[in-house]
């Protein structure tokens, strides 16, 4: 049985989300709070800007604390920054965070609280419960786990990292090949991630998501030509073709972090542990396709042939959706 109809059932929950893909920006928001006097705190609060979309998002501190920030905010690659100063009257400890407006996304945001005798303290705010409240400390295992999650959500909510992923998988049969070309794709995108989370290097993000569009559309035409039995370079070596499309990914996975402004201390373990989880989530995706390939074959389903091209046909023509609307915002078209 085709790969294709085993992977159907993933391709119709990628089209259902590519709809919330375009409405909402994955890219992490960061708030840190550094104690710099008794019951005063700075703030740097930074959140995803300049993506397909704008998200409105604002840190609401308790009501017995006042913040005053500058009129002025610094727009960077991919994110605005908000600078201020947070009085609280006896301290920020035991008190809420809210994030107002992360319930209408599919975001997190790392607050982070320094306190002036050394204590560190960090929250991981979701849709779900986008409130931390404070005092105490964060251990190590926190910080691994928060990372690790960050990483594993950018790779299960990036629906257009795993539609590449999943053409892929329709143009790969063999399974050592497949093993070669998931591996090429991995060490691609962790080789940018690095280079671009440490500062050597960078993309602008409006090309960046043109680009990646670009590279689904690009293997549309590629999953025709197996389903024909022709071949092509792509489909005699993909592991090549992976890899070189896998830098481009690298660059976006990074935006999942370098758009948090964390401690450059911290970094090391930052860009670690989010590699881990998106290698944890990529692998997740792949063997669940596996999966289901093995099951359909077991059970001897058969289905209509329109199911069968129907996940291919939802790599390319999703794929050249998002590549025609990027290349539109890029030059400064209608969305």
């Given at each position: 049985m085709k790969r294709a109809a085993a992977v159907v059932l993933v391709a119709v929950v990628a089209v259902l989300l590519a709809?919330?893909?375009?409405?909402?920006?994955?890219?992490?928001?960061?708030?840190?709070?550094?104690?710099?006097?008794?019951?005063t705190y700075s703030v740097l609060w930074k959140h995803p800007a300049g993506g397909e979309v704008q998200i409105s998002l604002a840190p609401v501190f308790p009501k017995d604390c006042s913040f005053r920030t500058t009129?002025?905010?610094?727009?960077?690659?991919?994110?605005?920054?908000?600078?201020?100063?947070?009085?609280?009257?006896?301290?920020?400890?035991?008190?809420?965070?809210?994030?107002?407006?992360?319930?209408?996304?599919?975001?997190?945001?790392?607050?982070?609280?320094?306190?002036?005798?050394?204590?560190?303290?960090?929250?991981?705010?979701?849709?779900?419960?986008?409130?931390?409240?404070?005092?105490?400390?964060?251990?190590?295992?926190?910080?691994?786990?928060?990372?690790?999650?960050?990483?594993?959500?950018?790779?299960?909510?990036?629906?257009?990292?795993?539609?590449?992923?999943?053409?892929?998988?329709?143009?790969?049969?063999?399974?050592?090949?497949?093993?070669?070309?998931?591996?090429?794709?991995?060490?691609?995108?962790?080789?940018?991630?690095?280079?671009?989370t440490l500062g050597y290097a960078s993309a602008p993000l409006p090309p960046l998501t043109a680009a990646i569009a670009l590279s689904i559309l690009f293997l549309g035409p590629e999953i025709v030509r197996v389903w024909r039995g022709e071949t092509s370079f792509t489909i005699r070596h993909p592991w090549v073709v992976a890899f070189a499309f896998g830098l481009l990914h690298?660059?976006?996975?990074?935006?999942?972090?370098?758009?948090?402004?964390?401690?450059?201390?911290?970094?090391?373990?930052?860009?670690?542990?989010?590699?881990?989880?998106?290698?944890?989530?990529?692998?997740?995706?792949?063997?669940?396709?596996?999966?289901?390939?093995?099951a359909f074959r077991v059970l001897e389903i058969r289905w209509p042939r329109a199911v069968e091209l129907f996940p291919g046909y939802a790599v390319g023509s999703l794929g050249a959706y998002w590549t025609i609307q990027r290349t539109l915002m890029l030059l400064g078209g209608p969305r």
């Amino acid at each position: 049985m085709k790969r294709a109809a085993a992977v159907v059932l993933v391709a119709v929950v990628a089209v259902l989300l590519a709809g919330a893909a375009e409405a909402h920006e994955v890219r992490p928001g960061f708030l840190e709070l550094r104690e710099t006097s008794p019951e005063t705190y700075s703030v740097l609060w930074k959140h995803p800007a300049g993506g397909e979309v704008q998200i409105s998002l604002a840190p609401v501190f308790p009501k017995d604390c006042s913040f005053r920030t500058t009129d002025r905010q610094q727009m960077t690659p991919g994110a605005v920054i908000v600078r201020g100063t947070l009085r609280c009257p006896g301290g920020i400890g035991g008190k809420t965070i809210v994030i107002a407006g992360l319930e209408a996304t599919i975001t997190d945001v790392l607050i982070r609280l320094h306190n002036a005798d050394g204590r560190l303290e960090s929250h991981l705010v979701r849709p779900t419960s986008p409130s931390a409240t404070l005092g105490g400390t964060t251990s190590t295992g926190q910080r691994v786990l928060a990372y690790l999650q960050l990483g594993v959500q950018h790779i299960l909510l990036g629906v257009d990292h795993l539609l590449f992923v999943l053409g892929l998988l329709l143009i790969v049969q063999d399974r050592w090949m497949l093993l070669k070309t998931i591996t090429s794709f991995t060490v691609a995108h962790s080789i940018t991630l690095a280079i671009a989370t440490l500062g050597y290097a960078s993309a602008p993000l409006p090309p960046l998501t043109a680009a990646i569009a670009l590279s689904i559309l690009f293997l549309g035409p590629e999953i025709v030509r197996v389903w024909r039995g022709e071949t092509s370079f792509t489909i005699r070596h993909p592991w090549v073709v992976a890899f070189a499309f896998g830098l481009l990914h690298g660059f976006g996975f990074a935006s999942g972090l370098t758009s948090m402004g964390l401690p450059q201390p911290e970094i090391p373990l930052a860009l670690l542990l989010f590699n881990v989880g998106v290698e944890i989530g990529q692998l997740f995706f792949v063997l669940l396709i596996l999966a289901l390939e093995r099951a359909f074959r077991v059970l001897e389903i058969r289905w209509p042939r329109a199911v069968e091209l129907f996940p291919g046909y939802a790599v390319g023509s999703l794929g050249a959706y998002w590549t025609i609307q990027r290349t539109l915002m890029l030059l400064g078209g209608p969305r």
